[in-house]
């Protein structure tokens, strides 16, 4: 199995899957391109350069449908953002549960683990409806869960406060 770590290609299939095709700024292709060649240079099985690839696709879908939110929704750039909170720190520090700890705080309100893999409103969701990409993550995370090893190196539920 070969997997294509192509940039042209790469974005192709974004755009193919989205049936979008504004990326914004092409500045960040100088960081992707760099990516990409990291992964085609450092021994990666095909497994791991596959999906690595697949989280980059999947990234990119994210990004076209950022900036489609944006196209359709242009006052979303004039919600203020108050006092906003960036916690950062090394792998296996604590970071999560301080995330989790300061989630506690009714004064706050964290991103949610979905809201951070889908953070743009989807086309055509009544209000009153629960988002589907919501649903799907809460079975993804709740099939994850069941397996203590999981559980035990990063707890976390769909609708849950996350990094």
């Known amino acids: 199995m070969t997997v ?37 240079s450092n021994n990666l099985t095909d497994d791991g350069k596959k999906s690595s690839r697949d989280r980059l696709l999947n990234l990119l879908q994210v990004r076209l449908n ?3 939110a944006w196209k359709r929704h ?6 203020e953002v108050k006092a906003p ?17 300061l989630a ?8 949610k683990m979905w809201e951070g893999h889908f953070p743009y409103p989807l086309p055509g969701n009544p209000p009153e ?8 993550m809460k079975a993804a995370m709740d099939e994850r ?3 203590p090893a999981m559980t035990a190196i990063h707890f976390a ?4 406060p996350e990094e």
């Open 85 to 101: 909170m960036f916690i950062t720190g090394m792998p296996r520090t604590g970071t999560s549960a301080l995330v989790n700890l």
């Open 157 to 160: 539920v769909a609708d849950g």
């Open 4 to 40: 294509s770590l192509d940039m042209k290609e790469l974005l192709a299939e974004a755009s193919k899957n989205t049936g979008l095709n504004d990326f914004g700024d092409p500045s960040f292709e100088v960081g992707l391109e760099q990516i990409l060649k990291t992964y085609d």
């Open 66 to 68: 950022i900036e489609d």
């Open 145 to 147: 869960n069941r397996d």
């Open 104 to 111: 506690r705080d009714s004064a706050s309100r964290p991103m």
């Open 129 to 136: 409806q629960e988002d589907p990409r919501f649903l799907a």
């Open 74 to 79: 242009p006052e979303i750039l004039e919600e």
